[in-house]
Nanobody
Framework: QVQLVESGGGLVQPGGSLQLSCAASGSFFRISVMGWYRQAPGKQRELVAAITSDGTPTYGNSVRGRFTISRDNAKNTVYLQMNSLKPEDTAVYYC?????????????WGQGTQVTVSS
């Protein structure tokens, strides 16, 4: 069974930094895109950043220039380095991955990790 396990959330002051990690485990053939979404109270889930298997990143407009996504294909892990954090970055952050077996694929989600930016 495929699982995505996130780590690295927490409380940070405005202007601070955090790094999130998400590791995929289980039996699968390959992982295509990996990424991060977030959902704040009363708001829709939105894309934060995503990265393809060859390392091409995509960023949401609100985080471009402050956040950096990367991945280690050997470890099936995606990272999100968050710098210059703002109170409006407060949300539950969810890891996402497109994961394929030999015959089929699907979208997988982590359980979510809380990021709170507050003084």
């Amino acid at each position: 069974q495929v699982q995505l396990v996130e780590s690295g959330g927490g409380l940070v002051q405005p202007g601070g930094s955090l790094q999130l990690s998400c590791a995929a485990s289980g039996s699968f053939f390959r992982i295509s895109v990996m990424g991060w979404y977030r959902q704040a109270p009363g708001k829709q889930r939105e894309l934060v950043a995503a990265i393809t298997s060859d390392g091409t990143p995509t960023y949401g407009n609100s985080v471009r220039g402050r956040f950096t996504i990367s991945r280690d294909n050997a470890k099936n892990t995606v990272y999100l380095q968050m710098n210059s954090l703002k109170p409006e970055d407060t949300a539950v952050y969810y890891c996402h991955a497109g994961i394929w077996s030999a015959t089929t694929g699907g979208d997988y989600w982590g359980q979510g990790t809380q990021v709170t930016v507050s003084s």
